[in-house]
């Protein structure tokens, strides 16, 4: 059985992965809130979530773990904040 030891540089990627990842954690609980998205551009996170999405490939591509785990968090967390984007804009809402 072998056990995996994380590197230093696995360490640096770990942390780098969850700064940047937890960064999205406040504008998710912004939007839930206010019920509006009104300033997030849309074509901004559709290429966000595509170039993380990329950044999950290359990640699986290249066996990094740290790489795969903060762009699949991330790519969750940047999704949501382009779905309640769609959702508090549709204006079916605005009668309800």
């Known amino acids: 059985m072998q056990i995996d030891y994380l590197t230093s ?11 940047t990842t937890i960064a999205f954690i406040p504008q998710v609980i912004k939007t839930w809130r206010s019920k509006s998205a ?41 999704s949501t904040i382009l779905g309640l984007k769609l959702y508090f804009e549709d204006p079916s809402k605005e009668n309800l």
């Open 38 to 78: 009104e300033d997030v551009s849309i074509v901004m996170f559709i290429l966000f979530i595509t170039g993380v999405l990329l950044w999950c490939i290359y990640g699986w591509e290249i066996h990094a773990k740290p790489v795969m785990i903060a762009n699949i968090i991330t790519f969750i967390l940047a």
């Open 9 to 19: 540089t696995d360490t640096l990627g770990l942390i780098a992965g969850s700064l």
